[in-house]
């Protein structure tokens, strides 16, 4: 084994103590705590997370509401999700990422269909409950196949306080169907990342109820058997959770639940009659993870289907959790599509050998993609997430090289001023940090909700 190169390691460091030296003395000594080089060997990637950003700088985070009904609950088709508040107050009340869907947008499925409660003067003063009970009903007899409701609150509904829990429990007495009270005010938290927590507990604490019962009285709508699995943490941007099933069920899986991309509410229901739970944002549902296997002795695990190699390590690692059957189903799959993944490496690797990419993501892409840059000769320099906590990190280890540059909640100037010294062939990070870098000349790729704008500038 080649021994760690602490010239670049040092070298990195010091870049990093240059990018901090335009900060004022209190704020270069917090930012400091969030930028590091990573040590081959090292059990943790030695940066501080899921701290509140610096006041003044450029931050890419999002808020809480924005992470339960912009990622974990706004994918749910069957439902629709009420954003309770300002219409104006975030992006998430009038908009959404690319979660693709089947059904018949406004009939049974309304993924791209946006609701609020419109807040006005009037309404922060003297409350919305009334209000919002009032729109419940008027949903339902405007789209009566609908299968539930979920209540978003944004800031203002946390600060007057709306009692949300009552209203929902009334209202769903009322019109026989689910009503999820959420509390994902965009104040809570220091990012996106405590609004999955909050959508995670929802389903806990209003869903899973629903299980029990039907679990009791006998009434699931399918027989459950040794093959079935939950595919949680997939949102289905641009299809992704429909390319993973397909794989799964080559194996001779059932995928009795799909959270949250293209799933529905019963999906929801029905996620504890598994047998095995997949992730794959780690960040945003481990929390269920971990109910399902405290209360229903669920076992789970995350995996990895970006690029070739982890798809078939991916695949083994799921087929050992069962029977020699879908072991020899596992190789099966992977030897049908290794042929094709062959000649995307023979076309594009040549091309690509010897480039490098600094990455800047949210969930889990920072970490899970790198294998895939690396399947076609491009190698990683530096990476770093959004709304990350530190056990992101610790995986991240097991992923990056030695004096990979890291970067928590990384500012646009520390973003620009690494980019500029580090000169990497490619970006790959979200939309904010688009149009940053192409006007710097800059091949980029949107991994957030992936880039659908065909080719970029020189890419």
């Known amino acids: 084994m080649t021994p760690p190169d602490k010239n670049l390691v040092e070298e990195q460091q010091k870049l990093i103590e240059e990018v901090l030296e335009a900060y004022p003395e209190k704020s270069k000594k917090k930012r400091a705590k969030h930028l590091n080089v990573h040590e081959e060997g090292k059990a943790d990637c030695g940066v501080k997370s899921n701290i509140k950003s610096v006041p003044g700088v450029m931050t890419a985070r999002g808020c809480a509401y924005a992470g339960s009904k912009g990622v974990v609950w706004g994918p749910i088709k069957d439902m629709i999700h009420i954003s309770h508040g300002p219409v ?42 009334k209000k919002l009970t009032k729109i419940i009903h008027e949903i339902e007899e405007l789209f009566p196949l609908n ?54 507990d929802a389903i806990r604490d209003w869903v899973f109820p629903h299980f029990d019962k039907a679990k009791k009285e006998n009434t699931l709508d399918f027989e459950p058997g040794p093959y079935d699995v939950a595919l949680i943490g997939d949102y289905n941007i641009g299809g992704d959770a429909w390319a993973s099933r397909m794989l799964l069920e080559e194996m001779g899986l059932r995928v009795v639940a799909q959270w949250s991309g293209d799933g529905t509410i019963n999906e929801l229901i029905q996620g504890p009659a598994a047998k095995l739970v997949l992730i794959h944002c780690y960040r945003s549902m481990n929390y269920i993870c971990r109910s399902l296997e405290e209360s229903y002795g669920l076992p789970w695990m995350e995996f990895n289907f970006f690029g070739p190699t982890k798809i078939a390590a991916s695949l083994r690692e799921i087929a050992a959790k069962f029977d020699d059957k879908i072991q020899a189903n596992a190789e099966k799959v992977i030897a049908k599509y290794q042929p094709v993944m062959d000649a995307v490496l023979k076309k594009y690797r040549p091309r690509l050998e010897g480039n490098t990419v600094m990455l800047y993501v949210g969930g889990l892409r920072p970490r899970h993609v790198v294998p895939a840059f690396e399947d076609v000769g491009i190698k990683v320099v530096g990476t770093g997430y959004e709304f990350a906590h530190n056990d992101d990190y610790k995986r991240t280890t097991h992923y990056i090289d030695n004096a990979t540059i890291i970067y928590d909640d990384v500012t646009a100037y520390e973003f620009e001023e690494f980019v500029k010294a580090k000169k990497p062939d490619l970006i790959a990070s979200g939309i904010k940090e688009k149009y940053v870098f192409q006007k710097m000349g800059l091949p980029f790729r949107q991994m957030h909700s992936w880039d659908y704008s065909e080719l970029d500038y020189r890419s």
């Open 88 to 129: 104006g107050c975030g992006y998430w009340s009038w908009s959404g990422r690319r979660n693709y869907y089947v059904g018949k947008t406004g009939v049974d499925a309304f993924g791209t269909m946006h609701f609020t409660s419109d807040f006005q003067e009037r309404d922060i003063v003297f409350g919305g409950d």
């Open 147 to 200: 299968k539930g409701i979920s209540i978003q609150s944004e800031c203002p509904i946390g600060l007057i306080g709306d009692d949300i829990e009552a209203v929902a429990k009334k209202t769903s007495k009322e019109i026989g169907k689910p009503v999820i009270p959420l509390r994902c005010e965009g104040f809570r938290g220091v990012s996106q990342s405590l609004g999955h927590h909050i959508a995670n």
